[in-house]
């Protein structure tokens, strides 16, 4: 059993280790993370299949056909990124492609999972009790083969070496007369022919669907921050080991704690030696010398008391307005609730320079332990609102801890690894969590006041809203803000200020986790049931596109990308293909042309009103002089 496990382990870890080169072959190169890697590589196997089934050609030429589609694919999103002002933006740009591919996927080829051909149909064989199937035997070898001509290629040719040099310091390898444009074309291409390669490889051992590749691409991180996201040695050992040391586990412990295992493997490996078995340590994540932030001036007043008036007003009107539409005061609270998180979120990202890929597991934190704390020891929703703000505000004080030894990269992918293993701890510990079946909160209450309807619910989490804002606003014009941002634009000189860095980043981090896990009691209590699936690696990133979509570094912001990442969606939701393209395309344009986001295109329509009515002012004063005259 234990030979049987470890083959199969190997052959599922060479897969991994075969993805993991395509992203580290692009992040060695350019300093960026493509998120969209795994969806340009379920593209080109559909494409392949195409050719295949649809054209009549035979496996060799659709599989060349796949390759050369890959390549080019790869090239198109490397233009397209180009924009980019920072690796933040980089991340939100390839989620709205991870959007549009498979919104495009949905549409050509459908949402239902095919059958995809295999060229193997003979017995397995059998060596030393290992029953060895001609498919996996196959993509052992592919895999093999592909990484002995890498080392060939980057050790003995000229392109390849000249490529090693640009991953090295582009600059330098600019001045040696390395042309970095060619190079930079030519690196993501053969990053997308091994997307492809693992596409093509991957789609008989499951179904050719839309998501095929999504797990696979989470995998393909954890292998390679096992091995070192820096060496390419290091990522074919970290596939190779994840795969095996999966596999003994789904065969000696349980198949169910597979995929949780990975995710906590991730996370310890990260906290005991992020830069893995064969790394280097990483500082940024993509950040360029060019990167901006949006200036905020803790001395500004704000919005003048008049207008705040009026908002106010205008949100308590809002309900009255639509009091006999439950959907849409129901999605009015939904907006709320999200904007509460994408607040906390910015606070970390917008006002300290941290990154959190996770954040939906704390609001899943804060959601649980509501439900839990009503439902089972029958405690009033006030306390269990702050006591889920509590536990999630002490969860966030262990990932601040974590991230204490962790930045960039490294912090970025660990707490992607938490979001991603949330679920799987949920589902796993249903004697708790009640598993699959998920649970029901009370209505929240208040003595004999029970907000049982959606008008009821909205005024609630109003009052969260505009707590949560005179919070966050305080805390920003006071010396703990100055602090933030201080942190934020130069370690350095913050330390040299006197600053204590890892005191205001742990402080960070809790704030933001207290406001998410507040988000996630109301949550809980106004959908009225919860369940792991609610709280995917997906509702993460999600989180963070709210705040760059919005603009980093702004409370109004912050409460615009809330609400356009929630509200657009609903818009095209009569087709799925057609809205994912339509909102993954709204979504890049904003973060590839308007890197202020939504509150920087605001304020510039505003200026522009304004400087028009000043304009129509003087020259109607000029009349008047010269009607006098």
Sequence with gaps: MFGQLVFSGLAIGSLYALVALGLVMVFKSTNLINFAYGQMAMLSTFFGYTLLERAGLSYGFAFLGAMAFSALLAIVVQQILRPAKSGHSVIVATLALYMIFSAVAGLIWGWDPQPFPTVFDGDPLIFFEVVASQENLFNLAVTVGLMILMFLFFRFTMTGIAMRALSQNSMAASLMGVSVDRLFILTWALSGILGGVAGFLVAPTTFLDTNMMAVMLLKAFTAAVLGGFTSYPGVVIGGLTLGVLENLVAGYVSTELKDTFSFILLIAVLCVR????????????????????????????????????????????????????????????????????????????????????????????????????????????????????????????????????????????????????????????????????????????????????EFKLYFLILAVLILVIAVTSNLLHSKIGRAFIASRDSDAGAEAMGIPLARYRILAFVLSAVFAGIAGSLYAHVVGFI?????????????????????VGSIPGAMLGAAFMTAVPQIFVGSKSLSGILFGGALLIIILFFPKGLAGISQAI?????????GASSTSSEQAGETKA
């Design 531 to 551: 369940s792991p699936s609610d709280f995917n690696s997906w509702m993460s990133l999600v989180f963070l596109c709210m705040v760059f979509v919005g603009g």
């Design 606 to 614: 505003g200026g522009l009103i304004a400087r028009c009515a000043r």
């Design 274 to 453: 992020p830069e893995g078995i064969l790394g280097k340590p990483i500082r940024m994540l993509g950040k360029k010398a060019a990167e901006e932030h949006t200036p905020f001036d803790s001395s500004a007043p704000g919005l003048s008391t008049s207008r705040k008036l009026l908002l106010l007003a205008a949100a308590v009107a809002f309900p009255l307005i639509f009091q006999d539409n439950s959907y849409i005061l129901y999605f009015t609270c939904l907006v709320g609730i999200y904007m509460i998180v994408a607040i906390g979120l910015d606070l970390l990202i917008g006002f300290t320079g941290q990154i959190s890929l996770g954040h939906a597991a704390l609001f899943a934190i804060g959601a649980y332990a509501s439900a839990l704390l009503t439902i089972n020891l029958g405690l009033p929703f006030w306390i269990a609102l702050l006591a889920a703000g509590a536990i999630a505000g002490l969860a966030g004080l262990l990932v601040g801890l974590a991230a204490l030894r962790l930045s960039g990269l490294y912090l970025a992918i660990a707490t992607l690894g938490l979001g991603e293993a949330m679920p799987h701890i949920l589902l796993k510990w249903d004697s708790l969590t009640n598993g699959y079946n998920g649970l029901k909160p009370p209505r929240p209450a208040f003595g004999d006041l029970v907000l049982n309807n």
